[in-house]
Every structure is written in C-alpha cells, then in structure tokens.
C-alpha cells in the first residue's frame, strides 16, 4: 500500500474524513513537488557529466594541437640553429667529418703505439731454453715494431689534419656569421629569502678569502711533506768512492749529449731486472748520478740504453757512428750528426760551467776550474791522437771529440774500484 494510502487510512480514524483528506492532498502535493525537483537534479547532474566529457575532449584536443605546433617550432629553432652555427645545412656534414678524422686517427696513434710497446718489451724478456736473450741486439726489436711507427705518424697526420680542418671550420664560420638580434626574455625572479644552506661547502664558499687562505695552508702543508724528505736525503746519498766528476771535456760533451736530443732516445738507467742486465751491464746505482746536473735518466728507448756504454767501443766507433750511423749498426733509425765532425768545440764557457758545477757542489777545486781549458785541450789532443791511428786527422777542435770523451765516461767509475762507499755527503 503507498505511503499516501496508509497516511489516509490512520487519519481517517483519528481527525476525520475532512481533515485527513486536506492533510492527504497536501501532502501529495509536496511529495509530487519534491520528485520534480529530484528529476531536474537528476538531469543538471547528467547535463554536467555531458559537460565534463566534451571539456575533456576538448582539452585533449588542444594538447595535440599544442604538442603538434611545439614539435614545429623546436624544429623551426634546431634548423635555425643549426644554419646559424654551420651557416648552411651542408657544413654539418663536415663537421662530422672533422669529428670522425680526428677519432680515426687518435685511435690509430695510440693502438699503433699500445702494441709496439708490448711487443718490443715481450722482444726485450725473451729469453731461450739456454737462458740467452732470443734477441740480443736492441735494433732488430726496432724493425720489428718500424711498421708500426710508420702507422702511428699516420694516425698522427689523420688527427693534424681533422684538427686543421676543425680550425678553418671554425674561422669560416665565425667570418661568415651575421649578428643575432637581441630577444627580449624573462625569468622567475630570485628567492631573496630561501632558507640559508648551513653545509661546509657552502659556508666556505660564501668566504672565498677564508676558502683562499686555507687552500694555500693545505697545499703548502703536501708541498712540504714532499720537498722536505728530498731536502733532507741530499745529506744521506752515500757516493762511491770510485765516482769522479766529469772533466772540462767530458762536461762539454755532456752538454753536447743535452744539446742533440740524445736523451729523448736514449736512457742511462739500467733496472735490476735479468734482461736488463744480460743486455746492457750490471744495474745503475744512486751513486753513479751524484755529480749529474740534472741527470738524464731518459724515459723511453727508442735506442738502447747507454749507462754501460764506455769503454764498449773503440774511439773509431763512436766517430763513424755520428757520421753515419747504419755503417756501424745496421738497420739503425738513427739520424747522423755529422755536423759534429765539423764543427768546433766552444771552449768560452767551459770556466763558467765548472764555476757553476761547483756552486751546484761538485767538488771541483779552485786549481781544476782555473786550468779547464788547458785540461780540455790535452784530453782532447789524446782522443784525436787516438783517432789519427784510423785515418781521422785534426780532430783536436771538434764537438765530436767532446761527445766521445762524455760517451767514454758512461758507467765506468764503478768499473775502476772496488765500490767501496765514501762518507755521506754534506
């Protein structure tokens, strides 16, 4: 039974016929009134759906168009910039191709001289089953790794020329640009009262004097505690008692020796290991440098090492191998230095050098650097005395005369006396 019926049913019984008919209708009438406006709530809120579903279409189809135009515009910009850096589309071709010539090449130069490297070292151990070097002489290990310097120059001319052509690029490019208008741009503007970084770094940055001050205390502090220990072992390198200084002339052919190059090819320290030793002498020791200034250690081989060299050869020998070097080592890359057979020795400055020597603590006495140039001329006259025997005539004056005096003196103090060890330095 509807509500309205039971409403009629109990009012009829307790107001009366009249009443409870008044009371029914209006009651009728406000539930009627109320569906309608249920109804009407009904189809706003359908309406409003509808609405939300166009909305987010519509929107939808405004971010495509957004995307859409945005993916333009960048690409608008990426070919402007492109022609702006380049100056046409056609110059980023070649700046690929300068990008990938230098590539090529550099990685060209450094394989090319990774296996020469690891391959004339694994030459230089190699011994047999009698315990002998399989390769004794250091200008076969040369040949064999000579193809690959020849690769290594061309990887080194591939990148000299992508590097050459990098440069023109750029000339080019910045002789051909036109101006750029300025473009008005705007920015967030900045956040004067962000919370305050408490961290080290920014505390320390925020006092670049303070920052300055500490820097310099910290590097001074490693500075010393490198420096400080060389300082102080200057007074306890022991010298061998056998290890002179170098003479006038053998001075003047070490700095011969510096002039040329020697040392970029050549090393003067034999490592105690057994193929060093088996191939060039017994091993270097500290002593043996206490009167070089500087010492010329070396740091590569591309010739063999010359510590031992003195005494090795004949006067003859070193003379004709600076005059051609292939006639008494064949298959040499060396170069010849026959400009020392015919220039004469410089003897204006051999005082100064001893002077200077002695400053350094080479202990050279007063009568030694007086009389150096009379030294120099008598131990020269005994080398070109000597050459003379082989057909060398008036080689007295001579800059090779010097380099063979210094070449002679290699490695031999140790060879004279027993390597009893003198005090240590002062």
Same mark, same amino acid.
């Given at each position: 039974?509807?509500?309205?019926?039971?409403?009629?049913?109990?009012?009829?019984?307790?107001?009366?016929? #009249?009443v409870?008919?008044?009371?029914?209708?209006?009651?009728?009438?406000m #539930?009627?009134?109320?569906?309608?406006?249920?109804?009407?709530?009904?189809?706003?809120?359908?309406?409003? #759906?509808?609405?939300?579903?166009?909305?987010?279409?519509?929107?939808?189809q405004?971010?495509?168009?957004?995307?859409?135009?945005?993916?333009?515009?960048?690409?608008?910009?990426r070919?402007?910039?492109?022609?702006?850096?380049?100056g046409?589309?056609?110059?980023?071709?070649?700046?690929?191709?300068?990008?990938?010539?230098?590539?090529?090449?550099?990685?060209?130069?450094?394989?090319?001289?990774?296996v020469?490297?690891?391959?004339?070292?694994?030459?230089?151990?190699?011994f047999?089953?009698?315990?002998?070097?399989?390769?004794?002489?250091?200008?076969?290990?040369?040949?064999?790794?000579?193809?690959?310097?020849?690769?290594?120059?061309?990887?080194?001319?591939?990148?000299?020329?992508?590097?050459?052509?990098?440069?023109?690029?750029?000339? !080019?490019?910045?002789?051909?640009?036109?101006?750029?208008?300025?473009?008005?741009?705007?920015?967030?503007?900045?956040q004067?009262?962000?919370?305050?970084?408490?961290?080290?770094?920014?505390?320390?940055?925020?006092?670049?004097?303070?920052?300055?001050?500490?820097?310099?205390?910290?590097?001074?502090?490693?500075?010393?505690?490198?420096l400080?220990?060389?300082?102080?072992?200057?007074?306890?390198?022991?010298?061998?008692?056998?290890?002179?200084?170098?003479?006038?002339?053998?001075l003047?052919?070490?700095d011969?020796?510096?002039?040329?190059?020697? %040392?970029?090819?050549?090393?003067?320290?034999?490592?105690?290991?057994?193929?060093?030793?088996?191939?060039y002498?017994?091993?270097?020791?500290?002593?043996?440098?206490? %009167?070089?200034?500087?010492?010329?250690?070396?740091?590569?081989?591309?010739?063999?090492?010359?510590?031992?060299?003195?005494?090795?050869?004949?006067?003859?020998?070193?003379?004709?191998?600076?005059e051609?070097?292939?006639?008494?080592?064949?298959?040499?890359?060396?170069?010849?230095?026959?400009?020392?057979?015919?220039?004469?020795?410089?003897?204006?400055?051999?005082?100064?050098?001893?002077?200077?020597?002695?400053?350094?603590? !080479?202990? %050279?006495?007063?009568?030694?650097?007086?009389?150096?140039?009379?030294?120099?001329?008598?131990?020269?006259?005994?080398?070109?005395?000597?050459l003379?025997?082989?057909?060398?005539?008036?080689?007295?004056?001579?800059?090779?005369?010097?380099?063979?005096?210094y070449?002679?003196?290699?490695?031999?103090?140790?060879k004279?006396?027993?390597?009893?060890?003198?005090?240590?330095?002062?």
């Open positions: 039974m509807p509500l309205s019926g039971k409403l009629s049913l109990g009012l009829s019984e307790k107001l009366g016929e #009249e409870a008919s008044g009371l029914i209708n209006a009651f009728n009438e #539930e009627v009134a109320h569906r309608t406006e249920f109804q009407e709530l009904r189809h706003d809120i359908a309406r409003l #759906e509808n609405r939300v579903v166009e909305f987010r279409a519509e929107l939808k405004d971010i495509t168009a957004l995307r859409f135009e945005l993916k333009q515009d960048m690409a608008a910009m070919g402007e910039l492109l022609q702006k850096i380049a046409v589309q056609s110059e980023l071709i070649k700046w690929t191709f300068v990008f990938w010539l230098g590539t090529i090449g550099i990685v060209v130069y450094m394989v090319s001289m990774w020469a490297g690891v391959t004339q070292g694994l030459m230089l151990r190699a047999d089953a009698q315990g002998f070097l399989v390769y004794g002489n250091f200008t076969e290990t040369v040949l064999r790794v000579l193809p690959l310097y020849y690769i290594r120059a061309f990887g080194g001319l591939l990148y000299l020329i992508g590097m050459l052509m990098l440069v023109v690029n750029v000339w !080019v490019t910045v002789r051909g640009a036109t101006p750029v208008p300025d473009e008005e741009a705007s920015a967030p503007a900045l004067r009262n962000a919370p305050p970084d408490r961290s080290w770094q920014r505390r320390l940055e925020a006092h670049p004097l303070q920052f300055a001050l500490w820097a310099l205390i910290a590097v001074s502090i490693g500075g010393l505690v490198e400080v220990p060389l300082l102080a072992a200057k007074s306890n390198v022991p010298v061998i008692a056998s290890v002179k200084p170098y003479t006038p002339l053998e003047e052919g070490r011969l020796y510096v002039r040329e190059g020697c %040392y970029l090819c050549h090393s003067q320290m034999i490592r105690p290991f057994r193929a060093e030793t088996e191939r002498g017994d091993y270097s020791k500290a002593g043996e440098f206490v %009167y070089d200034h500087p010492f010329q250690f070396g740091s590569r081989r591309i010739g063999p090492d010359l510590q031992r060299i003195g005494g090795k050869y004949p006067n003859i020998w070193h003379y004709r191998h600076m051609d070097p292939r006639s008494t080592s064949p298959g040499s890359i060396m170069p010849p230095f026959a400009w020392l057979l015919a220039d004469r020795l410089n003897t204006s400055d051999t005082v100064a050098k001893l002077r200077a020597m002695r400053t350094l603590g !080479v202990p %050279y006495t007063p009568e030694e650097v007086d009389n150096a140039v009379k030294d120099l001329q008598a131990q020269a006259q005994a080398i070109a005395t000597d003379a025997t082989s057909g060398v005539q008036s080689a007295e004056t001579r800059e090779i005369v010097a380099l063979i005096a070449l002679q003196r290699m490695g031999t103090d140790i004279k006396a027993p390597l009893a060890l003198a005090e240590p330095r002062p």
